[in-house]
């Protein structure tokens, strides 16, 4: 009896390092909010979203964001103030505050 006790704890034992080990590549994969533009709230202290590689295609703006960060792979962000990026353009640069919900839309670059 004893040994099959041994057995189960030793099987659950492994099983469960095997969950520790996906759980570990998986935590490996996660956000990079350094890299890229990354769209920020509550003044910078809370990441909302990140683009690794902004292109210039027309992108929704986070709705509660009040801060970006563009700390690589590209030079500015356009943003407006209507859902397609049509209107008025207002360049952000890579380093901008601003009241949330102020922008509808943006572009990279």
């Not at 004893?2 to 704890?9: D, F, I, P, Q, S």
């Not at 003044?43 to 992108?59: E, S």
């Not at 801060?67 to 792979?73: D, H, I």
């Amino acid at each position: 009896m004893r040994r099959t006790t041994l057995r189960a704890v030793l099987a659950v034992a492994t099983v469960a390092g095997l969950a520790v080990s996906s759980g570990a590549a998986f935590a490996s994969s996660a956000i990079d909010w350094e890299l890229g533009l990354t769209f920020y709230g509550d003044n910078f202290t809370t990441p909302l979203a990140n683009y690794p590689t902004p292109d210039d295609g027309c992108h929704p703006f986070p709705a509660t964001a009040d801060a970006l960060v563009g700390w690589s792979n590209f030079e500015n962000v356009v943003a407006y103030t209507t859902d397609d990026c049509s209107g008025l353009p207002t360049a952000l640069g890579t380093l901008r505050t601003f009241r949330p919900g102020k922008y509808a839309s943006f572009t990279a670059y």
